[in-house]
């Protein structure tokens, strides 16, 4: 069965350092993989996904992220924190056939100036 | 503009009343989906649908309700039943449902939020 944890509930950074939330996921298959994020009061808006093609996935906003087989894992990283990148953010893996996205619990983001 | 439309942003209910919360998609998506988020909790999946006339129970369907008899809509019913409803409901569709590999992206509403009064 798939699921995902995403390792740290709150990161803290401060405006044009660098990103890091950390996301690992089990699979029985090559999953599908996503991020997402979301504003206060918001629906969710896709970063980028990962469908087995290459390995680094860039996405809007600067983000990108890489898919590790070996580690089970694929880590949202951005060079340089913006103070509009303060949100919460889920990584989400591909769910049996024929059933939905399975979510993290949510990272949220907080970046001060 | 393609999108998906929930109403009402805010709702309230009161001890024991139904309430119905609307989704209206015209992205031609195929999937519909009924996530529910808490504090903490990530998003939990309420229901979904692949098809018109066809829908399937998620982790937390008690005390909820759906039908689907349109492609473009996916309204979402809180019975009585459900005893603690206070949430907010995101709506979401997608071409077809998930599978391994499909990488079928989900598309999300702005979602609505139920207090209980």
């Known amino acids: 069965a798939q699921s995902v944890t995403q390792l740290d509930s709150h990161v803290s950074v401060s405006e044009g350092t660098p990103v890091l939330l950390r996301c690992n996921y089990s699979?029985?298959?090559?999953?599908?993989l996503f991020w997402y994020v979301q504003h206060p009061n918001k629906g969710l808006q896709l970063l980028l996904k990962y469908t087995s093609a290459a390995t680094l996935v860039k996405g809007i906003n600067g983000f990108e992220a890489e898919f590790k087989k070996s580690e089970t894992s694929f880590h949202l990283t951005k060079p340089s924190a913006h103070m509009s990148d303060a949100a919460e953010y889920f990584c989400?893996?591909?769910?049996?056939?024929?059933?939905?996205?399975?979510f993290g619990k949510g990272t949220t983001l907080s970046v001060s100036s | 503009d393609g999108g998906i439309t929930q109403s009402p942003k805010y709702l309230f209910r009161k001890e024991g009343q139904n309430v119905t919360l609307s989704c209206e998609q015209n992205l031609n998506h195929d999937a519909m989906y009924w996530y529910r988020q808490d504090p903490g909790q990530g998003l939990r999946l309420i229901y979904y649908s692949h098809i018109v006339n066809d829908f399937q129970k998620g982790d937390i369907a008690e005390g909820y309700s759906v039908s689907r008899e349109k492609k473009e809509s996916f309204p979402l019913t809180v019975t009585s039943a459900q005893k603690n409803p206070t949430a907010f409901y995101l709506c979401a569709s997608s071409m077809g449902l998930q599978g391994p590999v499909s990488g079928n992206t989900i598309y999300f509403g702005e979602g609505s939020w139920l207090t209980v009064v």
């Open positions: 989400v893996v591909g769910g049996q056939a024929g059933t939905a996205l399975i």
């Open positions: 699979s029985s298959y090559s999953p599908s």
